[in-house]
């Protein structure tokens, strides 16, 4: 058996990783160069518990936190800095059965790259489109090339040329603000602590990213493609955040306008399936982005160990994933709208929700079920 997997980031490449555990030949497909993907990996990336146990499962949990920061706290800041709250996530990631952790995504990247034989990954291929003929999958590449497999996994991101073909085109949904974000060198006092931000439209944070690294992150409201200098708005985030900001040069600062898609309820057809943003992309509120493609990846493989039907296998890994993949992209989405809020009285009350032993219990209710992998889905989408 062979899978073909569309996309070599960080969730086809654990997939082929999963996949290859199980004895399937794999061929990641992934149109940049390992190179070219390093390097734009500038920013950090949260692996909450329940992605690290996937990470343990790759066999790969000591090098990741070797080159990581492990994450004990975090404390939720109004903009003049006050503390409204403290998580301990400590002690959620110990009931959880592993650390939660902060690492460079191009770290991450690397461990999972190296992870894989050479010949596993072909850079600079393009996957424009397939074609199903008989029992084959064939990939047509940008180049005019194909590539023949048994199964096809369009784990190609959020513009996935995989998925418009499985369902057709649809529109990405803005959420309403941009998003700067950045590695900033240099000491950070407390090693194991998080820093979240809020404010009138505004959201931050604040994360240590490995030895002697932080990653920041700093939201605004903006019409889709405004343009708006962050240097202007540096006053609307905590001290802690802005220095931060201050010591990233400019053109290592990356920019995107924030997006997500409503949950689907169909992934794939035949021997085909999506993976990952390809499959249910979300907005970063909950940090789950790369957690929740790293879920995917061993979820497919253990469908594949249960039987030797593809498409069963296939179906059954949908199944499995999309009530707790769409909860998560309901409450990121949740999450942003309250904390984006601009209105005066929605964010008093915000505010002191938030400090109180009500919203306490609120964020370690949901952070229970996130890094505990519950597959329980919200009751409305």
């Given amino acids: 058996m062979r899978a073909l997997i569309i996309g070599g980031g960080i969730g086809g490449l654990a997939t082929a990783i999963a996949l290859r555990k199980l004895g399937i030949e794999c061929l990641v497909l992934e149109q940049t160069d390992r190179l070219a993907r390093l390097q734009a990996a500038g920013a950090g990336i949260s692996l909450w518990s329940n992605a690290m146990r996937v990470i343990r499962e790759l066999g790969l949990e000591e090098q990741v936190v070797a080159r990581s920061s492990v994450l004990r706290r975090s404390l939720t800041l109004n903009p003049k800095g006050r503390v409204l709250a403290e998580l301990d996530v400590e002690s959620l990631s110990?009931?959880?059965?592993?650390?939660?952790?902060?690492?460079?995504?191009?770290?991450?990247?690397?461990?999972?790259?190296?992870?894989?034989?050479?010949?596993?990954?072909?850079?600079?291929?393009?996957?424009?489109?397939?074609?199903?003929?008989?029992?084959?999958?064939?990939?047509?590449?940008?180049?005019?090339?194909?590539?023949?497999?048994?199964?096809?996994?369009?784990?190609?991101?959020?513009?996935?040329?995989?998925?418009?073909?499985?369902?057709?085109?649809?529109?990405?949904?803005?959420?309403?603000?941009?998003?700067?974000?950045?590695?900033?060198?240099?000491?950070?006092?407390?090693?194991?602590?998080?820093?979240?931000?809020?404010?009138s439209g505004v959201q931050s944070g604040l994360f240590p990213c490995g030895?002697?690294?932080?990653?920041?992150?700093?939201?605004?409201?903006?019409?889709?493609?405004?343009?708006?200098?962050?240097?202007?708005?540096?006053?609307?985030?905590?001290?802690?955040?802005?220095?931060?900001?201050?010591?990233?040069?400019?053109?290592?600062?990356?920019?995107?306008?924030?997006?997500?898609?409503?949950?689907?309820?169909?992934?794939?057809?035949?021997?085909?399936?999506?993976?990952?943003?390809?499959?249910?992309p979300a907005t970063p509120n909950l940090g789950q982005g790369a957690c929740q493609a790293l879920e995917?990846?061993?979820?497919?493989?253990?469908?594949?160990?249960?039987?030797?039907?593809?498409?069963?296998?296939?179906?059954?890994?949908?199944?499995?994933?999309?009530?707790?993949?769409?909860?998560?992209?309901?409450e990121s989405w949740?999450?942003?709208?309250?904390?984006q809020s601009e209105n005066p009285i929605f964010m008093m009350l915000r505010d002191l929700v938030v400090a109180s032993p009500a919203g306490r219990m609120m964020t370690q209710r949901l952070m229970k079920r996130l890094l505990n992998d519950s597959k329980e889905a919200p009751k409305e989408a």
């Avoid at 050479?118 to 005019?144: E, K, N, P, W, Y």
């Fill in 211 to 280: 030895p002697g690294r932080v990653y920041w992150y700093a939201t605004h409201n903006l019409a889709p493609k405004a343009s708006l200098e962050l240097s202007t708005v540096l006053e609307l985030f905590p001290a802690p955040v802005r220095a931060a900001i201050e010591a990233t040069p400019s053109h290592a600062v990356l920019r995107n306008d924030i997006c997500d898609r409503p949950p689907s309820d169909r992934w794939g057809t035949g021997p085909i399936t999506l993976l990952g943003d390809a499959a249910h």
């Fill in 94 to 199: 110990k009931t959880a059965g592993a650390p939660s952790v902060c690492i460079h995504r191009a770290e991450l990247y690397s461990i999972l790259a190296d992870a894989l034989p050479a010949d596993v990954m072909r850079s600079a291929a393009r996957c424009v489109s397939f074609a199903v003929r008989g029992d084959v999958v064939i990939a047509h590449m940008s180049d005019g090339a194909t590539v023949n497999g048994d199964l096809l996994i369009g784990a190609d991101g959020i513009h996935s040329a995989v998925r418009k073909q499985v369902l057709g085109p649809d529109e990405l949904r803005y959420a309403g603000y941009t998003c700067w974000r950045g590695i900033a060198e240099g000491p950070w006092a407390d090693e194991g602590t998080a820093i979240l931000g809020m404010g």
């Fill in 334 to 339: 949740r999450a942003g709208v309250a904390l």
């Fill in 296 to 330: 995917d990846a061993l979820a497919l493989s253990s469908a594949f160990g249960r039987t030797d039907s593809i498409e069963a296998a296939l179906r059954a890994y949908e199944r499995a994933r999309m009530p707790r993949t769409t909860m998560v992209t309901v």
